[in-house]
């Protein structure tokens, strides 16, 4: 079982058990200096006070692991974190330490999942929006992750590479023995035995590999996912391709049968392998990629531009069909993206 007292102190102290301010990277009780350091170590993100007239009482420490940042983190009051910056192109593993947390699995907020100390919570933000409440007694400590890395740790593991559903899913670790704890617990004890080698070198690469393992293992578990199972196969080049073309041109809204000539295939030999291996097909894939370009633009777009000429911009003629398929996706009205974002 993992020691939660040393989880709590972890970046506080040296091997030798000396109090150390060698990773704390801000304490302070203004917002836009903590976030300054927070958009560095994380990604940029929207932080909210909850209620008025408080000030933060934060502070942050944080350890480089590889590709991977261990991080320490306290708001010292009631906040929200949304609108987290999908083009950083990272992920996060939320462990709670002290307080709870509440993460938003759902658009409309109808759904969610609640972290209490020890209990830990993954999402790759890259991939799907994140939204998450925090009680004042909040702690965390978040691993920091690239989601190319994960990628590419998953098809080296398994000989295949990830379901796109993986990446999409926002899921709570059902780490019954705690060995997410215990890995953090021994990741830290080596970083602080060995400061200059786990952060760069082979004992970096070694760490950060049984921290990506044990996230893919964490993850894929909590989703239903075996990823022991010989029945998933190698995704068929054309499906690859296929995404990519889309990915290269969904602000143009290419046609089936366009995408399969780029690829090779017949219409219906995508449609199947997009059924197979990605279970969902073309062009709700396309959609989806549309509706993500859409929602991006939304948020950093020049305050000048609107809703209407960025959803023509990419080929939606009809907003109110627009509009309905956004709010499905997202919980919310394309106008209140903007608003935010300006």
């Known amino acids: 079982m993992a020691d939660l007292q040393y989880l709590q102190d972890a970046l506080l102290f040296d091997a030798a058990g000396n109090a150390t301010d060698s990773h704390e990277l801000v304490r302070s009780t203004n917002f836009d200096e903590i976030r300054l ?3 560095r170590v994380y990604m940029p993100y929207r932080v909210l006070p909850i209620g008025r007239d408080i000030r933060p009482d934060s502070c942050l420490h944080a350890l480089t692991i590889g590709s991977m940042i ?21 992920g996060m593993v939320l462990t709670t330490l002290r307080g709870h947390a ?17 209990e830990s919570f993954v999402v790759d933000n890259s991939r799907v929006d994140y939204l998450a409440d925090f009680d004042p ?35 709570k670790f059902a780490d019954d023995n705690q060995s997410w704890g215990c890995l953090l617990e021994y990741v830290l004890k080596m970083a602080c035995a060995n400061p200059d080698t786990a952060q760069q070198g082979l004992l970096a690469k070694h760490l950060e590999e049984m921290l990506g393992t044990n996230i893919l293992l964490q993850w894929s578990a909590a989703c239903g996912l075996d ?22 041109h969904a602000q143009r809204a290419p046609t089936l049968t366009e995408i399969a000539a780029a690829v090779g295939v ?7 392998g997009f059924k197979n291996y990605r279970n969902t097909t073309p062009m709700r894939y396309l959609r989806d990629l549309r509706l993500d370009g859409v929602r ?13 000429e960025i959803a023509y911009a990419w080929g939606y003629l009809n907003l109110g069909r627009f509009a309905l398929a956004y709010r499905e ?9 903007r608003t935010r974002g300006r």
Not at 266 to 272: C, D, I, M, Q, V
Not at 296 to 308: C, K, T
Not at 329 to 335: I, K, N, Q, T, W
Request: glycine share 8%; charged share 20%; net charge positive.
């Open 37 to 39: 350091w927070s958009d």
């Open 70 to 90: 261990i991080s320490r983190f306290s708001y010292g009051i009631p906040v929200r974190l949304k609108d987290f910056g999908m083009d950083a192109g990272v």
């Open 102 to 118: 509440r993460h938003r699995l759902d658009g409309n907020g109808s759904d969610s999942a609640e972290t209490r100390p020890g």
């Open 137 to 171: 007694r909040h702690l965390q400590l978040n691993v920091t992750f690239s989601h190319t890395y994960l990628a590419r740790l998953y098809t080296q593991l398994t000989g295949y590479p990830a379901p796109q559903s993986l990446w999409q899913q926002k899921v």
């Open 227 to 248: 990823m022991h199972n010989p029945l998933h196969q190698v995704t068929p080049g054309y499906v690859i391709k296929a995404e990519t073309y889309m990915r290269d």
């Open 266 to 272: 017949s219409g219906r030999a995508l449609h199947k």
């Open 296 to 308: 991006r633009e939304l948020q950093y777009a020049a305050a000048h531009i609107g809703v209407a």
């Open 329 to 337: 996706r997202f919980g919310e009205r394309p106008s209140q993206t």
